[in-house]
């Protein structure tokens, strides 16, 4: 009889990913399946009527008349400036502190992108430093709803109006985010979204629309998306070849459906770290992302702040105990290689800057457990040398200084079950 083994166990958690689409697809899988297999049943791939009926979701789910697919965020951005004929020697004042497209698109277009610095609470644009920026060539604001919530728009409808310029929205982390009470798409003259995986409404693969209430604009959009095709092989002008696949359109109406409890989810885990946080006594180390005054905050990402320098110990600290995080974004736009011409430097754009030095994406994706929360503030918590204060909870939250918005949505699920 052999001896029982003497090898070490370990009995090591899980590892806690930053984003976790396999949980979610798990509960729609039969959904999916079936939405897949109808598109494969009727071998109609590109545009149609499975396009056209999630473009009616859309922009009915945006409040807005139009939604146009096509192939990307990035592509939405490019043929939302295109629509407005923006090209050489124009500018389009926009943020550094974002994904590259939003400077790249402005780029490819021959016109030129006015990085100006940030609030730095919600790390979207700073409508003082927008309106310092204005010139006789500025044609377009081009806020950037970041990481889920609104950027600050009553001010800047003001400026556009004053120097009769065209917002478009980047919302392409924002789908369902609000600004006094009027959803992300419908806050400017266009509006971006993205379909990427990780976005909260992300599909299998690439993917974008662009919202409007102009049905001149959208009818351009819609022919700039097929090269420019006015009908019957007939090109008024060069366009893109970036059209929606009915395939993404298919699996992107199934998620539509459940996206506002995902959004729920997410809430109710950002007010659950307000409560870990606060526990582990790390308030004054760490800054929370804040929801601001007459905002529906979606939380495509949860980025809070490290004081002191100690962000990339904290970073490390987390992935040594394989919890997922990432750094949105590392180095801003301003400072990328590609646009030194600009003339920007370091220290340009001081808020944007050091935003990029501070930050850590934690996870928020709505499958995430109680007991995986705590292992990240527990995990941030033994970095960092502190001790919570007392044994925390893991109850579903409702502290005083959680947002009213979440307070209220926690509180309907409660009582709808």
Same mark, same amino acid.
């Given at each position: ?16 990913? %930053? ?16 939405? #897949? ?24 789910? +945006? ?86 919530? +609104? ?28 600004? /006094?009470?009027? &959803? ?19 599909? *299998? ?19 700039? &998306? #097929? ?19 009915? !395939?993404? @359109? ?14 729920? @989810?997410?809430? &109710? ?18 800054? %929370? ?6 905002? /529906? ?13 100690? &962000? ?8 040594? /105990?394989?919890?997922? +995080? ?13 646009? *030194? ?14 935003? @990029?030095?501070?930050?850590?994406? !934690? ?22 040398? /502190? ?31």
């Amino acid at each position: 009889m052999s001896e029982p083994s003497s090898a070490p166990t370990t009995d090591r958690p899980d590892p806690v990913p %930053l984003i976790d689409l396999v949980a979610q697809h798990r509960m729609i899988e039969a959904e999916i399946g079936a939405a #897949v297999g109808r598109i494969f049943a009727e071998q109609r791939f590109i545009l149609g009527d499975e396009v056209a009926e999630f473009e009616c979701d859309v922009a009915e789910y +945006c409040e807005s008349r139009e939604a146009i697919g096509c192939a990307s965020g990035t592509d939405a951005l490019i043929l939302s400036l295109m629509a407005l004929d923006i090209g050489p020697g124009d500018e389009v004042i926009t943020s550094p502190y974002t994904f590259f497209a939003t400077g790249s698109a402005i780029h490819r277009l021959g016109a030129k992108p006015v990085f100006v610095d940030i609030d730095p609470v919600s790390f979207n644009l700073d409508p003082a430093a927008v309106d310092a920026a204005v010139t006789a060539n500025s044609k377009v604001i081009l806020p950037v709803h970041l990481f889920g919530q +609104c950027a600050e728009m009553a001010p800047l409808w003001q400026i556009a109006s004053k120097a009769s310029l065209t917002i478009v929205e980047d919302a392409c982390q924002a789908i369902g985010a609000e600004y /006094r009470q009027r &959803r992300a798409g419908v806050l400017g003259t266009l509006a971006c979204f993205s379909f990427f995986p990780t976005k909260n409404l992300g599909g *299998a693969g690439d993917g974008g629309l662009v919202t409007s209430n102009d049905p001149v604009l959208a009818k351009r959009i819609r022919r700039l &998306r #097929v090269h420019g095709d006015a009908g019957q092989y007939e090109h008024v002008e060069v366009g893109l070849n970036s059209r929606l696949d009915a !395939l993404q @359109a298919a699996i992107l109406r199934v998620k539509l459906r459940h996206l506002d409890e995902w959004t729920l @989810a997410r809430q &109710r885990n950002a007010g659950r770290y307000e409560v870990l946080f606060e526990e582990y006594g790390l308030l004054d180390a760490i800054t %929370l992302p804040a929801t601001l005054p007459d905002r /529906r905050h979606v939380y495509n990402q949860y980025c809070v702040r490290v004081a002191d320098g100690r &962000r990339d110990e904290v970073l490390a600290g987390l992935r040594q /105990r394989q919890i997922g +995080c990432g750094i949105y974004y590392p180095k801003p736009l301003h400072l990328q290689t590609c646009f *030194a011409d600009l003339g920007y430097r370091a220290g340009s754009l001081p808020v944007a800057e050091q935003a @990029a030095m501070e930050t850590i994406a !934690l996870p928020v994706y709505p499958e995430l457990s109680e007991e995986q929360q705590e292992r990240v503030v527990r995990a941030i918590a033994d970095t960092l040398g /502190r001790k919570p204060r007392h044994t925390p909870t893991h109850s579903v939250p409702r502290p005083k200084f959680l947002s009213t918005d979440i307070r209220e949505k926690a509180s309907r699920a409660d009582k709808t079950g």
